[in-house]
């Protein structure tokens, strides 16, 4: 992940925001920097010392770019034309009408003096149908100082009419600033618990904020995605702040109910591909097309944000391609649920997965009707933006979900989601029955630290849905023969 720029002292005693650069590298320099090709840095604003004399100046990634009116031309709109060309077809006289966007304000740190500030081009009608723009100035992206400034824009239709514009840009700083953030919670969320169990842990997604000043920091969840919720409904508290400490929150709500009557293996929600839980850090790929095509743009309904694309994209020459979920602990996964590309026509037409515990043993799900079982191959899309949701003949306990795409439509292109239950929290450290999962223990504890112990015991999710816990002692010289339980040290207090 790159850095943020930040601010920095200009030579002539100016706090100045700093933008992203890239910086062609000599081949010794990148190879000794890991790269050999360009690499990014922070610096000052390029239009900042106006480069371009006569025309607009637009920064890009590797400097600037000049735009000039129609009377010069050159790298520096430096070199005059004799004259602009004149449409003498036709006798048109109606000037473009021009569109500016709203006025701007943003806010900066004490401190920083100007700040770079991007906004949405103005935009014409003509009755010729064709208006163009040929100045605008200063441009988006420019380094605006404290106060207000005006941006012109002016249009020319073919006849060489010309339309203009006018809106400001206006950089107060914080101590004006008393706008709170707008702060947009996740939907209330709902999960079902199986009869006898009080309690459950949920994750939620994050709360979004926006604000005037173009920054939002959130400084307080209560209680936190992942917390312990108990049975009935808990109130979500979430609150950001901006620079100038004005605060904005939202609530939502947390409800675990009782289900009486679904069996647990049918039990089944999204995992969190979709909504951002699974972090991008959790997907790996046998390969990726390129930057703008990684496993991150592999969630479910995610659109294409340019320059990224929509879906995740495997290698043209990958024969054996895979993109897999690391889901941190083991989950119970009921289905899987695929998406086309976004932006092109490409999707994975059919697929296998594949399960895995230790991240190295993966085995494939299996056909459960056939003898012997053979690799369950799903069928997967026939257009870019349907999902099409595959249940397991078999429920699979996995913490690495594998999805190999079989067959493709032009090339290996999806989104997808997981479905299931959990965590599953039971370990080798348990022996269940039908009823009750029994923590192992040497038998080193004495009677208050083993009530204690009992006392903080959380239900434990299993395959077969979530199920009281209790301990075990265990007698060395007989395995597993009982020297006493939770709920004998309950009777004893």
Not at 48 to 63: A, L, Q
Not at 208 to 229: E, M, Q
Not at 447 to 471: I, N
Request: glycine share 6%; net charge negative.
């Amino acid at each position: 992940m790159f850095l943020e720029c930040k601010p920095k002292q200009h030579p002539n005693g100016t706090m100045v925001q700093t933008i992203p650069k890239l910086i062609s590298l000599s081949a010794a320099v990148g190879r000794a920097r890991g790269s050999t090709h360009t690499h990014r840095m922070c610096r000052f604003p390029d239009c900042e010392r106006n480069p371009c004399e006569n025309g607009w100046c637009e920064e890009t990634m590797e400097g600037y770019k000049c735009h000039c009116p129609a009377e010069v031309q050159g790298k520096h709109c430096n070199e005059h034309v004799d004259e602009p060309p004149v449409n003498s077809l036709t006798d048109d006289d109606e000037k473009p009408v021009v569109t500016c966007p709203d006025d701007i304000i943003r806010y900066v740190v004490p401190g920083v003096t100007s700040l770079n500030v991007n906004f949405p081009n103005a935009t014409a009608t003509d009755n010729s149908g064709k208006a163009s723009l040929i100045r605008v100035t200063p441009p988006s992206g420019s380094l605006f100082q404290l106060g207000t400034t005006e941006v012109h824009y002016v249009f020319e239709d073919p006849s060489g009419n010309v339309g203009s514009c006018r809106f400001t840009v206006t950089v107060n700083g914080t101590a004006d600033d008393d706008e709170h953030p707008v702060v947009t919670c996740p939907d209330d969320t709902i999960r079902y618990v199986v009869p006898g169990v009080t309690s459950l842990n949920v994750t939620f997604p994050n709360a979004t904020a926006t604000d005037n000043s173009g920054k939002a920091s959130v400084i307080r969840v209560i209680p936190p995605s992942g917390s312990l919720f108990q049975l009935g409904t808990t109130e979500v508290h979430y609150v950001f702040e901006d620079p100038s400490w004005n605060i904005g929150a939202c609530i939502c709500t947390v409800s675990v109910t009782v289900n009486e009557t679904a069996e647990v293996a049918n039990m089944s929600y999204a995992l969190g591909m979709e909504n951002g839980i699974i972090p991008g850090s959790s997907l790996s790929a046998s390969s990726v097309f390129d930057y703008f095509h990684s496993t991150a743009r592999a969630r479910l309904n995610l659109p294409r944000l340019a320059p990224y694309a929509g879906a995740w994209s495997a290698r043209s020459h990958d024969v054996t391609p895979w993109i897999q979920v690391d889901l941190i602990t083991t989950y119970r996964i009921n289905e899987v649920g695929t998406q086309g590309r976004e932006d092109l026509f490409q999707w994975v037409t059919s697929y296998k997965i594949s399960c895995g515990i230790d991240g190295f043993n993966h085995h494939i799900v299996k056909n459960s009707s056939t003898k012997p079982k053979t690799d369950k191959v799903f069928i997967g899309n026939i257009d870019r933006n349907t999902v099409v949701r595959n249940t397991l003949p078999v429920p699979a306990v996995c913490r690495y979900v594998r999805l190999v795409p079989i067959t493709y439509h032009k090339h290996v292109s999806l989104r997808m989601e997981l479905y299931g239950y959990g965590p599953l929290t039971v370990g080798p450290e348990w022996r269940c029955t039908p009823k009750k999962c029994y923590h192992v223990d040497a038998g080193l504890r004495n009677w208050t630290e083993a009530y204690h112990f009992c006392h903080d015991l959380e239900p434990v999710t299993t395959l077969a849905g979530d199920k009281r816990p209790s301990l075990l002692f265990i007698n060395t010289t007989k395995e597993y023969q009982v020297v006493k339980r939770c709920s004998y040290l309950y009777d004893k207090y």
